[in-house]
């Protein structure tokens, strides 16, 4: 029997991976969509636009703010396993959206959940849920962090996944809902945001290569990250919800570089002296900085069998090589006349 998965937050970097990963499974495959005056959907529309488009893809209007449309949603997807990975998730902009931040990343989590508890009671399916939860919920914890660690958020946005995450496993314990919280450490991939820090760099590094800019701004080049592929990750997501009992993993590599460490991967890789083309800039900074994590998957390596594949190095290569590919297609646009170069160095 096909089985039904519905994902939100699926425009995003795991939702897209996580939606080919279902798809080649078998799964068909459901996402929510907040309207939007623009496309926003770029990173899915090989998946249900152009001339072959899959036929178990779907999406649906909906927004972690509105309670009714959640419940819409389910009533019409009839989803088999819920996968929540929709938030406002750039941890900068968190502390100059902390209400919103907190309404979508946290309070939008327990409207899900409770969206999902009437749901059963009604129809008398049940209903797998994954949480998406984050490193950053460790804050200033010391390295190597894992399922048993202490949280010490640092900032909105991981102040919001900590009450998500507790709200999770109130719902596991209260109710008997299957949910599983996935407690992610940062994961990149060439369709990463351009305003997060990874593809930030790797972004103006292949712009800086092929003659399109010349500087690059950034904040602490001290803090130290476990960095990973999403493809990698959004598996143990779904390992997660194929176990016969709910619970909560950290996913990680074990590996920690600075952001140093990456200019010199990303800019080496180029044969270009990061130093050369680097600033820092007071404005990148946070309020409350988050200095080292690193992860420990030894739980989620024992009982999901799984591992990550790719390590730094590669996922660096992976990302400079698809955006020098963007820069160089990029700059014959601008020699022909045919579109101005978009701006990087934003937050």
Same mark, same amino acid.
């Given at each position: 029997?096909?089985?039904?998965?519905?994902?939100?937050?699926?425009?995003?970097?795991?939702?897209?991976?996580?939606?080919?990963?279902?798809?080649? &499974?078998?799964?068909?495959?459901?996402?929510?969509?907040?309207?939007?005056?623009?496309?926003?959907?770029?990173?899915?529309?090989?998946?249900?636009?152009?001339?072959?488009?899959?036929?178990?893809?779907?999406?649906?209007?909906?927004?972690?703010?509105?309670?009714?449309?959640?419940?819409?949603?389910?009533?019409?997807?009839?989803?088999?396993?819920?996968?929540?990975?929709?938030?406002?998730?750039?941890?900068?902009?968190?502390?100059?959206?902390?209400?919103?931040? !907190?309404?979508?990343?946290?309070?939008?989590?327990?409207?899900?959940?409770?969206?999902?508890?009437?749901?059963?009671?009604?129809?008398?399916?049940?209903?797998?849920?994954?949480?998406?939860?984050?490193?950053?919920?460790?804050?200033?914890?010391?390295?190597?962090?894992?399922?048993?660690?202490?949280?010490?958020?640092?900032?909105?946005?991981?102040?919001?996944?900590?009450?998500?995450?507790?709200?999770?496993?109130?719902?596991?314990?209260?109710?008997?809902?299957?949910?599983?919280?996935?407690?992610?450490?940062?994961?990149?991939?060439?369709?990463?945001?351009?305003?997060?820090?990874?593809? &930030?760099?790797?972004?103006?590094?292949?712009?800086?290569?092929?003659?399109?800019?010349?500087?690059?701004?950034?904040?602490?080049?001290?803090?130290?990250?476990?960095?990973?592929?999403?493809?990698?990750?959004?598996?143990?997501?779904?390992?997660?919800?194929?176990?016969?009992?709910?619970?909560?993993?950290?996913?990680?590599?074990?590996?920690?570089?600075?952001?140093?460490?990456?200019?010199?991967?990303?800019?080496?890789?180029?044969?270009?002296?990061?130093? &050369?083309?680097?600033?820092?800039?007071?404005?990148?900074?946070?309020?409350?900085?988050?200095?080292?994590?690193?992860?420990?998957?030894?739980?989620?390596?024992?009982?999901?069998?799984?591992?990550?594949?790719?390590?730094?190095?590669?996922?660096?290569?992976?990302?400079?090589?698809?955006?020098?590919?963007?820069?160089?297609?990029?700059?014959?646009?601008?020699?022909?006349?045919?579109?101005?170069?978009?701006? !990087?160095?934003?937050?």
């Amino acid at each position: 029997m096909t089985r039904t998965a519905l994902i939100t937050g699926i425009t995003g970097q795991d939702g897209s991976y996580l939606a080919e990963l279902l798809l080649a &499974k078998g799964y068909q495959v459901h996402g929510i969509v907040r309207r939007a005056s623009l496309f926003n959907t770029d990173r899915i529309d090989h998946l249900h636009v152009g001339e072959a488009p899959d036929p178990n893809f779907f999406l649906h209007y909906g927004d972690l703010s509105d309670a009714g449309a959640l419940r819409n949603v389910l009533d019409d997807v009839q989803p088999d396993e819920v996968y929540n990975l929709g938030a406002q998730s750039h941890v900068r902009v968190s502390f100059d959206q902390p209400e919103y931040t !907190v309404d979508v990343v946290g309070v939008g989590v327990i409207r899900l959940l409770e969206a999902i508890r009437s749901y059963m009671k009604h129809s008398g399916k049940k209903i797998r849920f994954y949480q998406a939860g984050s490193s950053e919920m460790f804050g200033s914890a010391k390295p190597r962090q894992h399922e048993g660690t202490r949280f010490e958020p640092r900032s909105p946005y991981a102040c919001a996944k900590v009450y998500a995450h507790y709200q999770v496993i109130n719902h596991r314990e209260s109710y008997g809902l299957f949910a599983c919280n996935g407690i992610l450490f940062n994961h990149e991939s060439p369709r990463r945001g351009e305003t997060f820090v990874t593809r &930030k760099i790797t972004r103006a590094a292949t712009r800086i290569k092929v003659g399109l800019q010349d500087k690059l701004f950034l904040g602490n080049l001290d803090a130290r990250r476990d960095w990973g592929f999403a493809g990698d990750y959004v598996d143990a997501m779904w390992r997660m919800l194929q176990q016969d009992t709910p619970d909560d993993y950290a996913v990680a590599t074990g590996e920690s570089i600075t952001i140093r460490d990456f200019l010199g991967l990303t800019f080496g890789r180029l044969d270009l002296d990061w130093q &050369k083309h680097v600033e820092v800039d007071p404005r990148y900074f946070r309020p409350a900085e988050v200095d080292h994590l690193e992860g420990d998957a030894s739980k989620g390596r024992r009982l999901l069998g799984w591992e990550p594949k790719t390590d730094i190095r590669a996922l660096a290569a992976m990302m400079v090589d698809s955006d020098l590919r963007l820069a160089q297609k990029e700059l014959v646009l601008r020699e022909s006349g045919h579109a101005e170069a978009p701006r !990087v160095g934003y937050r």
